[in-house]
């Protein structure tokens, strides 16, 4: 018998269609929700703006004369991949903030979110690289980006429900390696990684959906969806081509779901345990997925079903094996 998803983790390469297929569910009522994809009201929670925030505050930092703290430039991979890590100990920081009671917006939010920042990094063992700046520096730098902060601060509260009861968390990021690479991926890199420092409550309750597209289309459709206006934006970013081959040209989650000793799972090693994590895929090559990008009075009909379709057969998998 099928259930409400608890928790789903839905991954795929950017541009996958992973925010397409977010903007999709959430123009369905809550009802055609549960009887069609097995999902109660989304609870949702992403990485990409704590990136953003990370490349902004290199930008000003550059601005200011200062050395780039996150990344070698704007269109550069991290400096230090293990901060794929600090964003994993972000999401496991939001998902907890979701059990309790939504806090106040904090007085300074840029000092707030870059301390969080700067502390999830520290517990994966990257040498503090805010915390040394002289506090003339650290000042200017977080009152430049003290409304930008405020409103990703805003958004993080705002989500947080009065309840989590009957309702679906879903956590959505990227992960990859360098173009070519052979498997398994090194740590810190791809699926295998970043799964692995998942909370274990997390990963009790958590199903993957992934979004299955060629690395190739995956850059393909990066340029094409890239509004240079709109960077912060969850529809509109683009990730630079260097970051795209080095850091996403290719990624484990086949490798992952090929070697995992229970079928339809992937086996997740951590805290001392062995989590079978659900897994299905929507399989993208064959787009399903671009013309939610445009406006929903002019969604072709048979584009919507046979989205519809896809998702409901990966979701109907999930929901059966529903912890």
Known sequence: MAHLIDTLLLLALPASGKSEVRAFLASHRDEECRGAFF????????????????????????????DRPFFGSADRPFRDGRDW???????????????RPAPAQPPNAAEHLY????????????????????????????????????S?????????????????????????????????LPDPLGYRASLARLSPDLLERASILYIWVTPEESRRKNVERTDPDDPGSILNHGVPIDVMMKEYGCDDMAWLIGRSDRPGTVTVEAHGRTFHVPVARLDNRDDLTTFVRGPRNGWPEAQVRRLRTGLRDALEVLAATNR
């Not at 992403?46 to 290199?58: C, G, I, S």
């Not at 890590?85 to 059990?99: I, K």
């Not at 999830?120 to 730098?141: F, V, Y």
């Open 39 to 66: 999902l109660g009201p989304t609870v949702q929670l992403d990485d990409y703006p704590y990136v953003h925030l990370m490349r902004r505050f290199d930008d000003e930092a550059e601005r200011l004369g200062l």
């Open 85 to 99: 890590l600090t964003l994993v100990e972000l999401l496991n920081e939001d998902y907890a903030a979701l059990h």
């Open 115 to 150: 301390g969080r920042i700067e502390a999830a990094a520290t517990n994966h063992g990257i040498p503090p690289r805010i915390g040394i700046l002289p506090a003339a520096d650290r000042i200017r730098l977080f009152t430049v980006l003290e409304p930008e902060c405020r």
């Open 152 to 184: 990703v601060a805003a958004d993080l509260i705002a989500g947080i429900p009065a309840s989590l009861e009957d309702r679906t968390i879903v956590i959505e990021f990227a992960r990859g390696g360098p173009d070519g690479s052979s498997m398994p």
